[in-house]
């Protein structure tokens, strides 16, 4: 009995050399995980202030547009200050790469009757920027010349470097009807006379912020008040005489 305990023993030691061996006889590497690192966004890019894109485009220092009136994306930003810069100058090049057909047009006649001397008289030109009822955005332009002013609005769109003015129907003497939100009043108003326009009497006119308005919804005025180019071309229209300069 003795003899064959060392015998089964050796047969123990037998097999588990021949299990060590068929393992390979080491342990197994675990190999670490990998860390996948993800990609980041690069920094958004700081937008630059009307200050700063008036220095660095060498804007016309006649042109005046508030941070608070001016729209957040820095391309409208640098499309309206440079498309108001190219009228100040006259620069047809510019101004006809940036205008809706119909006011190309416009430009052109203007342009041979005094449209450079006319600007030459401008001493301030405010802007303030805003969107009509339809969410379209655009852009008031109030033209000091002298102690009158005149308004003009432009409709805009685009994206990029390119971007499209096209004007709006404006009356003369408009600023002295407009109040509060330029923009939103220019609205207003446009709002009132429509509704007036559908009165059913087509032979009544009636009065409208001082203006003789028919029910066609033309504007009727002092036939033989000066002019300048017609309201709804690219320039002001002819002078009025508000007192106080527009806020």
Known sequence: MNQSKPFVFSLLLAGLAVTLAGCGGEAEEVEAPVVVKRPTAP??????????????????????????????????????????????????????????????????????????EQMDEVSLLMLKTGDDPDGSACVMAIYEIGLDYQVQLWFFDGSGSTYTFTAADTQPNLVDQLSGNWVSSYFDLKKKQAEIAQQPDEETSYTLAGESTSTDGSLGGDKDSPGGPGPGGPGPSGPSGPTGRPR
Not at 101 to 108: G, I, R, T
């Open 43 to 116: 920094p958004k890019p700081v937008e630059k202030t009307i200050e700063q894109l008036t220095a660095n485009l060498n804007i016309d220092n006649r042109i005046v547009l508030d941070e608070q009136d001016s729209p957040r994306p820095e391309q409208q930003r640098v499309a309206i200050l440079s498309f108001f810069h190219a009228m100040l100058a006259a620069d047809s090049g510019t101004l006809k790469s940036m205008l809706a057909f119909d006011d190309q047009l416009e430009l052109k006649a203007m342009m041979d009757t005094g449209f450079a």
